[in-house]
């Protein structure tokens, strides 16, 4: 079975800041893509960064960055220059390929989720 | 990127009774997504839909429960049937673009009394 876990259920920062948010995933597939999402007290999710794993190459975009770690499964998030704006729940998502007897789909596991807290 | 429009925002229903969330797309696409997310939980999938066949569903949710209609390519309703004070949760629709990135609706928060 594939699943996500996030080890953190908490953190904060100050603001201006660096931190890193843990995530590690459980697949026998070689081909997926791997996802940090954003939801704010607001509740929209929001898409941060993403990440095909037939790449080597850390994704990154602006303050956040990623560093993925293909054999040991991890997917961790940096967040660079902590703003008061990034205080939200972040879910790290995995996505797989689902082959059911009439449809096939594309379907996305997320992690239990990571409360962070960027403090002025 | 996809912008999903969903309603409604919020309710509060009484035990017993349904409650149907739409969901609208701006663009076609072929599969919709519904997810639910429990207070203080992640997101679970309840099931997909496709186009002009019936819903897929997850373990642990049933048509019966929870019927999914999709008329059309940008358009999707799920109805939370004979409605629990554990039904009480956020749901959210879904959709994946060209680059397989996910796009979520609003959200619609429900509470059973």
């Known amino acids: 079975a594939q699943t996500v876990t996030q080890s953190q259920p908490e953190m904060s920062v100050q603001e201006a800041e660096t931190v890193t948010l843990s995530c590690t995933y459980d697949?026998?597939?070689?081909?997926?893509?791997l996802f940090w999402y954003k939801q704010p007290p607001s509740r929209q999710m929001i898409l941060v960064i993403r990440?095909?794993?037939?790449?080597?190459q850390n994704a990154t975009e602006n303050r956040f960055s990623v560093n993925f770690q293909k054999a040991a499964k991890s997917f961790s998030l940096k967040i660079s220059d902590s703003q008061l704006g990034d205080t939200a729940m972040y879910f790290c998502?995995?996505?797989?390929?689902?082959?059911?007897?009439?449809?096939?789909?594309?379907?996305?596991?997320f992690g239990p989720g990571t409360s962070l807290s960027v403090i002025p | 990127s996809a912008v999903i429009s969903q309603k409604p925002s919020r309710d509060i229903c009484q035990r017993g009774t349904s409650l149907t969330i739409q969901c609208q797309v701006d663009?076609?696409?072929?599969?919709m997504f519904w997810y639910r997310q429990q207070p203080g939980q992640s997101l679970t999938l309840i099931a997909t839909?496709?186009?002009?066949?019936?819903?897929?569903?997850e373990s642990g949710f049933v048509i019966d429960k929870f019927p999914i209609s999709r008329p059309n390519l940008t358009f999707s309703t799920l109805t939370v049937s004979n409605m629990s004070p554990e039904d009480s949760s956020i749901y959210l629709c879904?959709?994946?673009?060209?680059?397989?990135?996910?796009?979520f609706g609003q959200g619609t928060r429900l509470t059973v009394v």
């Open positions: 998502a995995f996505m797989k390929h689902v082959k059911r007897m009439k449809t096939s789909y594309d379907k996305v596991i």
């Open positions: 879904s959709v994946l673009d060209r680059r397989e990135e996910a796009f």
């Open positions: 697949t026998s597939e070689s081909n997926y893509y």
């Open positions: 839909a496709n186009q002009g066949s019936e819903a897929t569903y």
């Open positions: 990440q095909e794993a037939y790449k080597q």
């Open positions: 663009s076609q696409v072929t599969m």
